[in-house]
Antibody, heavy 119, light 108 residues
Framework: EVQLVESGGGLVKPGGSLRLSCAAS????????MNWVRQAPGKGLEWVSS????????YYADSVKGRFTISRDNAKNSLYLQMNSLRAEDTAVYYC????????????WGQGTLVTVSS | EIVLTQSPATLSLSPGERATLSCRAS??????LAWYQQKPGQAPRLLIY???NRATGIPARFSGSGSGTDFTLTISSLEPEDFAVYYC??????????FGGGTKVEIK
């Protein structure tokens, strides 16, 4: 069974930093692209970042480019999102999602971790 | 950026009724469109990919159709567990994946 478990969310002040982690199990992590998708409270879904299986290709939404860094450790079956210079508009539940059917679809999702940016 | 517009925003139906949800793209996305279901407090779940292919474990009452700019998700007969929010997502201009604003299917 595919499992994705996010951690690292919390309350942070504007301008601060946070590192999210996603622990994967139940599939060959090193074979699939991984993604972060977020959802602001009461709002819709927004794609944030993606990383290919070997980290050769990395992509970011314009809204986070230059502030967020995605990475993965295939030996540890883990995905990360380093978030710097956080803003109030980054407040959201952050989901880790894997792409099995195609790199651009989000087949399996974690339960999400809430990031709140507030003074 | 490709904008996806979903309609209606809310659909009020009774169990057993047929639900028809629409997703319109601002430019052609070919068949590179997916549908997701999200229940309150839960993560989204992939239902349909490439416009008409059901994901693993998705019941046959869910079907997708369309190509180009106009897409439809149909739930042939609503079950109590189908009342949720549904999102469409395009991958045509990857890596700039975008989602629609969602359609809430609520119990009438």
């Amino acid at each position: 069974e595919v499992q994705l478990v996010e951690s690292g969310g919390g309350l942070v002040k504007p301008g601060g930093s946070l590192r999210l982690s996603c622990a994967a199990s139940g599939f060959t992590f090193s074979s699939y692209s991984m993604n972060w998708v977020r959802q602001a409270p009461g709002k819709g879904l927004e794609w944030v970042s993606s990383i290919s299986s070997s980290s050769s290709y990395i992509y970011y939404a314009d809204s986070v480019k230059g502030r967020f860094t995605i990475s993965r450790d295939n030996a540890k079956n883990s995905l990360y999102l380093q978030m710097n210079s956080l803003r109030a508009e980054d407040t959201a539940v952050y989901y880790c999602a894997s792409s099995h059917i195609a790199a651009e679809y989000f087949d399996y999702w974690g339960q999400g971790t809430l990031v709140t940016v507030s003074s | 950026e490709i904008v996806l517009t979903q309609s209606p925003a809310t659909l009020s139906l009774s169990p057993g009724e047929r639900a028809t949800l629409s997703c319109r793209a601002s430019q052609s996305v070919s068949s590179y469109l997916a549908w997701y279901q999200q229940k309150p407090g839960q993560a989204p779940r992939l239902l349909i990919y490439d416009a008409s292919n059901r994901a693993t474990g998705i019941p046959a009452r869910f079907s997708g159709s369309g190509s180009g700019t106009d897409f439809t998700l149909t739930i042939s007969s609503l079950e109590p567990e189908d009342f949720a929010v549904y999102y469409c997502q395009q991958r045509s201009n990857w890596p700039l994946a975008t989602f629609g604003g969602g359609t809430k299917v609520e119990i009438k």
